[in-house]
């Protein structure tokens, strides 16, 4: 099982899963048809499905041109609001495309229908991949649009968090640095987040993907996951784990990155009004 990560959009991820014995191949969120039959055509492997986590433009908009374009596709989701869908899938249930086994796990909170896909190849060597869309991130978790704390710390805890550590994390978007900047106010004394921080920050400098984490590793720096942990809680003021994850969210959602220091020469042609004619309504 081989995985391509593809980076579309500002920051999105789309993947190709490509079983590597009969050269078949599962997209996972095709957001960009035009990008994703370049590397179908350049891998030289034939789409037979798409997995959709959720219905955001983002994520699915792509659906119905390739069902148009590639005909007998595949499109599994558990939202009627995906397009093109043919096949509705529910929690636990197992799908197999060669030898690649897939779960689909339900985690509504970011959208009332996500679904996560767990992947694996049975006795393959290799770490099964979890393919999380915007519920779990490098760093962080999604936002509530659609459901409640309750919801995602169950995801989070229960659904994803039961799987083997040694699960590699290929999530939906590029949120890395940001994650981390918030992971690190959240625990100012961690060394692990600021040592991955370090890095994920390096990784942007370098235009290359933080995808994937391990499951392992998420428990280390992720603060959504760690909302047991006493430096957490003390950010939070909370102790419920629900309640820490709610305030933690909330905080999230109001953390704004440091803006940058303005020009010092800039500062001075606004003083001496050097912008004035550009700035003047017509």
């Not at 699915?60 to 374009?69: D, S």
């Not at 909370?238 to 953390?255: G, H, I, M, Q, W």
Request: negative net charge; charged residues 30%.
């Amino acid at each position: 099982m081989k995985v391509k990560v593809i980076s579309v959009l500002e920051d999105n991820y789309m993947y190709l899963v490509i079983e590597e014995s009969t050269r078949d191949a599962i997209a996972v969120d095709a957001a960009v048809p035009k990008r994703l039959l370049e590397i179908i055509r350049k891998e030289e492997v034939v789409l037979r499905a798409i997995l959709t986590t959720h219905h955001h433009w983002d994520h699915a908009r792509g659906n119905e041109e390739l069902a148009r374009l590639c005909p007998g596709l595949r499109v599994y989701g558990a939202d009627e609001r995906i397009g093109a869908l043919t096949h509705k899938v529910t929690h636990e249930q197992e799908l197999t495309f060669g030898a690649i086994r897939v779960r689909c796990l339900f985690t509504p909170c970011h959208t009332s229908g996500h679904m996560c896909y767990f992947m694996w190849e049975d006795g393959s060597p290799d770490a099964p991949a979890l393919f999380s869309g915007d519920t779990l991130f490098v760093g962080g978790c999604g936002k509530f649009f659609e459901g409640t704390a309750e919801q995602m710390y169950t995801n989070l805890t229960q659904t994803l968090g039961a799987l083997p550590k040694e699960t590699k994390v290929f999530c939906g978007h590029e949120y890395t640095v940001r994650n981390l900047k918030f992971a690190l106010k959240v625990e100012p004394e961690n060394e692990i987040v600021k040592k991955k921080l370090a890095w994920a920050k390096q990784r942007d400098d370098e235009d290359l993907p933080t995808v994937p984490s391990t499951l392992q590793e998420e428990f280390l720096y992720n603060p959504f996951l760690r909302v047991t942990e006493e430096a957490v809680q003390k950010f939070t003021g909370k102790t419920d784990p629900v309640e820490v994850l709610r305030t933690l969210r909330t905080e999230k959602d109001n953390f704004k990155k440091p803006k940058e220091q303005p020009n010092p020469q800039a500062m001075l042609a606004f003083d001496w009004g050097l912008f004035s004619p550009f700035l003047e309504k017509k």
